[in-house]
């Protein structure tokens, strides 16, 4: 089955610490987006892919940064985590932009920041 | 500033009964609404869609109602089942920008 699978489940890092998180598709979609989700929040957008064109969020802290080497790889790093960075990090990808494609997501990272 | 404002916050209902969740928009360049499901420690997953030339959409005991004028839809599960369970948000989009509610915590007790 094609899907978003993002690895690992779950991190833990410590203050400071950087940390990196994975995504791979395989439905080979041209939009790849990352999401943060905080307990009974919805999910933030912090940036998204369309091919290689970065889009940054204007709220999206600069310790977020994200790397696309190809269309079905993106990672989110961060490079000092701090503890309200711990949340639930959703990736999304999606076909196009102009033909109101919806959004699939993988299961997302539950990053633990200590 | 809250681009989709979605109500209520939980809601709780009896097994049979219809949930109904309710989301508004002010920006009427939106062209698609799809809502979400969401289980605890999974991803969202797509539920239904809708676009705004279209005023109802069902897909079996779920249905979109959408008023372009009112500039609101919302989502009705018929006959609901303890395991539709979840948290529910509705989303707008333009282009590839995706706007989402704050969700609804949805309990279907037996």
């Known amino acids: 089955d094609a899907m978003v699978i993002q690895n690992p489940r779950y991190q833990v890092t410590q203050f400071g610490k950087p940390v990196t998180l994975s995504c791979s598709q395989t439905?080979?979609?041209?939009?790849m987006y990352w999401y943060q989700q905080k307990s009974s929040q919805a999910p933030k957008l912090l940036f998204h892919?369309?091919?290689?064109?970065?889009?940054n969020e204007a709220d999206t802290p600069d310790n977020f940064q994200s790397r696309r080497p190809n269309t079905s790889f993106c990672f989110l790093d961060i490079r000092s985590p701090g503890l309200g960075d711990a949340a639930m990090y959703l990736c999304?990808?999606?076909?196009?932009?102009?033909?109101?494609?919806?959004?699939?997501f993988g299961n997302g990272t539950r990053l633990t920041v200590t | 500033q809250q681009q989709v404002k979605q109500s209520p916050q939980s809601l709780i209902v009896q097994k049979g009964g219809i949930s109904i969740i309710n989301c508004a928009y002010e920006?009427?360049?939106?062209?698609?609404f799809p809502w979400y499901q969401q289980f605890p420690g999974k991803g969202p997953a797509l539920l239904i869609a809708?676009?705004?030339?279209?005023s109802e959409k069902k897909e079996g005991r779920f249905t979109i109602s959408f008023n372009k004028s009112a500039k609101q839809f919302s989502l009705h599960i018929m006959d609901s089942q303890p395991g539709d369970s979840a948290t529910y948000f509705c989303?707008?989009?333009?282009?590839?920008?995706?706007?989402f509610g704050t969700g609804t915590s949805l309990t279907v007790i037996p």
């Open positions: 999304a990808t999606s076909r196009k932009t102009w033909d109101n494609s919806p959004l699939h």
């Open positions: 439905l080979n979609h041209n939009v």
């Open positions: 892919y369309y091919d290689k064109d970065f889009n």
């Open positions: 920006n009427t360049a939106f062209d698609y």
């Open positions: 809708i676009r705004p030339d279209v």
């Open positions: 989303a707008a989009s333009m282009g590839n920008q995706f706007y």
